[in-house]
């Protein structure tokens, strides 16, 4: 689990150890400096007066990671939207995807195969549908699938984004499964 730190950036990091509980001092990482060359945890001014030195990514903790319908507008504190569709949105430019709203990042990792996908939207029935999640599910349940939640689950604590497809309704959409699934690897899901 990432801890947030009270240092100065430019010396030192505090991460801690997966399962050890003990910490390990490591070089701050470039990531840290902002593109002004301002180290982000070098002491600013807090609201309450005198100076607060967290880093700016410490400031405001509620991180989580939302499940959109790609195209629709954005939510403040959305951060990146990840589109998890098979295919790009149709008669866009590519150029457009992330002014249009579509997605920011393409990432058909997540997505159902084609022919999941496929079973999915000519689902009628609860039997049919219950057959579609069966078979998402299994998808996900691949090494390569289980890494990308994982991924994702741990991003959810240190920053915001969002991930999506294109469905109208949710509930008859891949992102309900995506959702569970993320909450399931631990995720902080909004």
Same mark, same amino acid.
């Given at each position: 689990?990432?801890?947030?730190?009270? #240092?100065? $950036?430019?010396?030192?990091?505090?991460?801690?150890?997966?399962?050890?509980?003990?910490?390990?001092?490591?070089?701050?990482?470039?990531? *840290?400096?902002?593109?002004?060359?301002?180290?982000?945890?070098?002491?600013?001014?807090?609201?309450?007066?005198?100076?607060?030195?967290?880093?700016?990514?410490?400031?405001?903790?509620?991180?989580?990671?939302?499940?959109?319908?790609?195209?629709?507008?954005?939510?403040?504190?959305?951060?990146?939207?990840?589109?998890?569709?098979?295919?790009?949105?149709?008669?866009?430019?590519?150029?457009?995807? $992330?002014?249009?709203?579509?997605?920011?990042?393409?990432?058909?990792?997540?997505?159902?195969?084609?022919?999941?996908?496929? #079973?999915?939207?000519?689902?009628?029935?609860?039997?049919?549908?219950?057959?579609?999640?069966?078979?998402?599910?299994?998808?996900?349940?691949?090494?390569?699938? #289980?890494?990308?939640?994982?991924?994702?689950?741990?991003?959810?604590?240190?920053?915001?984004?969002?991930?999506?497809?294109?469905?109208?309704?949710?509930?008859?959409?891949?992102?309900?499964? *995506?959702?569970?699934?993320?909450?399931?690897?631990?995720?902080?899901?909004?």
């Amino acid at each position: 689990m990432l801890r947030c730190f009270r #240092q100065r $950036a430019g010396r030192t990091v505090q991460d801690s150890l997966r399962g050890g509980g003990g910490f390990r001092e490591a070089p701050a990482p470039a990531w *840290l400096s902002s593109a002004a060359g301002r180290v982000i945890g070098e002491d600013l001014p807090s609201p309450g007066g005198g100076v607060d030195s967290a880093p700016l990514f410490c400031r405001n903790p509620p991180m989580s990671v939302r499940i959109v319908r790609l195209g629709t507008p954005r939510a403040s504190r959305e951060g990146l939207r990840i589109g998890t569709v098979r295919r790009p949105p149709r008669g866009v430019p590519k150029a457009k995807f $992330a002014s249009q709203n579509w997605y920011d990042v393409w990432f058909p990792n997540l997505a159902p195969s084609l022919e999941t996908m496929k #079973q999915g939207l000519t689902a009628e029935t609860p039997a049919q549908w219950t057959a579609f999640i069966r078979r998402y599910t299994a998808e996900m349940s691949t090494p390569a699938a #289980q890494r990308d939640l994982d991924l994702l689950a741990a991003l959810s604590h240190v920053t915001d984004f969002s991930v999506g497809c294109y469905c109208e309704d949710e509930r008859r959409c891949h992102r309900s499964i *995506l959702r569970r699934l993320l909450v399931a690897h631990g995720a902080k899901v909004d």
